[in-house]
T-cell receptor, first 113, second 111 residues
């Protein structure tokens, strides 16, 4: 595609519900990152994929958060038992390989009420 | 100590002036440094990358890196109101491929 695509752009969910956020990276980009950005803060690293495998998931805050990339392209970030503190903009970025520019998607704004 | 530190600002400069944005980092083995610009409600976009000590110029932007002092800066010459945004410093360690971001500095350029 022309850029990194994230869906939905906005998601409102009730506390305790399960949500899935989707990221469709630029075609051919092998590296994919998920970040979370709260108001007034910089992007906070969550997880990084190289191909299908999670190369570094040290940023996932707890076991309610999980991400997959089964075919090495589209990735889904899954959040179980959502909490109000999970409300943020979730950003996805992709790059061709390491040490090349990372391009960000427009993000998914998650609001937990 | 945060891994990447920036002054949150706002930094206010008049149109045509030089804006100087600073960033310090804690990981001595960091090897790649990036400046991203983020307009309100938008996603970050890369404006400069720098990998070795010294200056790197690209149009009105100059990135400066001093690994001994663990310091990286961004200079914006002839600042324009359209430069008003939050500038994020990002650092990649030699030991990992993840980018660590600072909290960003909000720049305001007034006419």
């Amino acid at each position: 595609g022309a850029g990194v695509s994230q869906t939905p752009s906005n998601k409102v969910t009730e506390k305790g519900k399960y949500v899935e956020l989707r990221c469709d990276p630029i075609s051919g980009h092998t590296a994919l990152y998920w970040y979370r950005q709260s108001l007034g803060q910089g992007p906070e690293f969550l997880i990084y994929f190289q191909g299908t495998g999670a190369a570094d998931d040290s940023g996932l805050p707890n076991d309610r958060f999980f991400a997959v990339r089964p075919e090495g392209s589209v990735s889904t970030l899954k959040i179980q038992r959502t909490e109000r503190g999970d409300s943020a903009v979730y950003l996805c970025a992709s790059r061709v390989t390491v040490n090349t520019e990372a391009f960000f998607g427009q993000g998914t704004r998650l609001t937990v009420v | 100590q945060k891994e990447v530190e920036q002054n949150s600002g706002p930094l206010s400069v008049p149109e045509g002036a030089i804006a100087s944005l600073n960033c310090t980092y804690s990981d001595r083995v960091s090897q790649s440094f990036f400046w991203y610009r983020q307009y309100s409600g938008k996603s970050p976009e890369l404006i400069m990358s720098i990998y070795s000590n010294g200056d790197k110029e690209d149009g009105r932007f100059t990135a400066q890196l001093n690994k001994a002092s663990q310091y990286v800066s961004l200079l914006i010459r002839d600042s324009q109101p359209s430069d008003s945004a939050t500038y994020l410093c990002a650092v990649k360690s030699a030991n990992t491929d993840k980018l660590i971001f600072g909290t960003g500095t909000r720049l305001q350029v007034f006419p």
